[in-house]
């Protein structure tokens, strides 16, 4: 079944099955995600692809595109939300830019950018989280972590490992790596798995 829905007042078509953001990135139209990637069932973590359906919130990557929907994506409020959303992820991990080797190749960065977030605006938390460099080709900087579980879900779903999880709740949540020591190094990843090559940071 074909259908169509509105993102800012634009026609967009879509086939019964299909989210907002698997809609709107068919059609050419640019929803900012994180968490979403279309080899992976959506999870709707970060929240950063919110955007106004019918008057409501929710987030695009997990919300069913259904005939008549008005979708808001580009407004001032979607805007500020999401840069607001964004500086909270900076500030409570130590994401600075300048100084982080992924400048330039970083998706949060980039997303950043296109939103115009342009300082954190929020006092930074600066958390005291380890490196895990005990793997002999990948090194886990924790630091930068927005727990996003995209390398959670490719570790299960595409290498079939289940090398990482996410621990604890809110404040406290964590990604841990499923391993006796609990280090990279003595777990089964390797420097091909899916799970290395999908982070967003």
């Known amino acids: 079944m074909i259908g169509h829905f509105t993102i800012d007042g634009k026609p967009v078509q879509f086939r019964e099955g299909q989210t907002i953001m698997e809609a709107a990135m068919a059609e050419g139209i640019y929803i900012p995600h994180l968490c979403h990637n279309p080899e992976f069932r959506p999870h709707g973590s970060c929240r950063v692809c919110n955007v ?18 008005e979708v808001e994506n580009d407004t001032d409020e979607i805007r500020s939300e999401r840069r607001t959303l964004l500086q909270m992820l900076f500030v409570e991990g130590n994401h600075v830019c300048p100084g982080c080797e992924k400048s330039g190749a970083c998706q949060l960065q980039a997303v950043a950018y296109y939103t115009r977030m342009l300082s954190p605006h929020f006092t930074h938390f600066f958390p005291k989280r380890t490196v ?7 090194v886990i ?18 290498d079939h490992k289940d090398v990482f999880s996410i621990s604890g709740r809110g404040i406290d949540s964590q990604l841990v790596i499923n391993s006796p020591s609990g280090k990279l190094g003595d777990s089964a990843l390797s420097a091909t798995d899916k799970a290395v090559s999908v982070c967003p940071v």
Do not use: M, Q, Y
Not at 52 to 69: D, F, Q, W, Y
Not at 132 to 138: E, I, L, N
């Open 52 to 69: 106004k359906a019918n008057g409501r919130h929710v987030a695009a990557c997990t919300a069913p595109a259904s005939e008549g929907l």
């Open 141 to 158: 900087d924790f630091n930068r972590c927005i727990l996003c579980e995209l390398c959670v879900r490719a570790s299960r779903d595409v």
């Open 132 to 138: 895990d460099a005990s793997h002999p080709d990948v």
